[in-house]
């Protein structure tokens, strides 16, 4: 997965944004923009906006063998998600979470893992957004 820098980049515009710090989750680092929280629930790192206006998670895990196009189809009918596509090898669907609100979500992976990344509210913090994914960076 180590593509997955050069891939998030193509898939999300680049921004500037002030950073709190790096923050190393095991297989991965991501600098988190002041104003954000995060926090580890099993798999998945969490991202909060301090006003609770957008939120980012990152689920990094093994696939137990499935393929991408088996884990995105499985995402897509657990996340009662939508607009399925792949682009080169980086799945895109939307989904809308318990609360009503519409949430992007990228699913990308290689070497017996995955990366699920959901983003929510990317309109209300675009450019803390864009420049976090940006610099999601695997060991």
């Known amino acids: 997965m180590k593509k997955l820098v050069v891939v998030l980049a193509l898939v999300v515009f ?3 944004a002030a950073f709190a710090d ?3 989750f095991g297989a991965y680092t991501i600098d988190v923009a002041d104003g954000w929280s995060s926090s580890v629930d099993g798999e998945t790192a969490v991202f909060l906006k301090d006003d609770n206006t ?3 998670t990152i689920t990094y895990a093994d696939t137990d063998d499935a393929s991408m196009q088996e884990l995105a189809d499985g995402f897509v009918e657990a996340l009662g998600a939508r607009n399925l596509k792949n682009n080169s090898g980086t799945y895109t669907f ?3 979470n318990a609360n009503g609100v519409d949430s992007e ?3 990308m992976g290689e070497d017996g893992k995955y990366c699920l990344i959901v983003v929510t509210g990317k309109e209300n913090a675009p450019d803390d957004v864009s420049a976090m994914m940006d610099s999601l960076t695997e060991h």
């Open 54 to 56: 957008a939120s980012m």
């Open 105 to 107: 979500c990228y699913l």
């Open 14 to 16: 680049s921004a500037v």
């Open 22 to 24: 790096v923050q190393d």
């Open 94 to 96: 939307q989904m809308t």
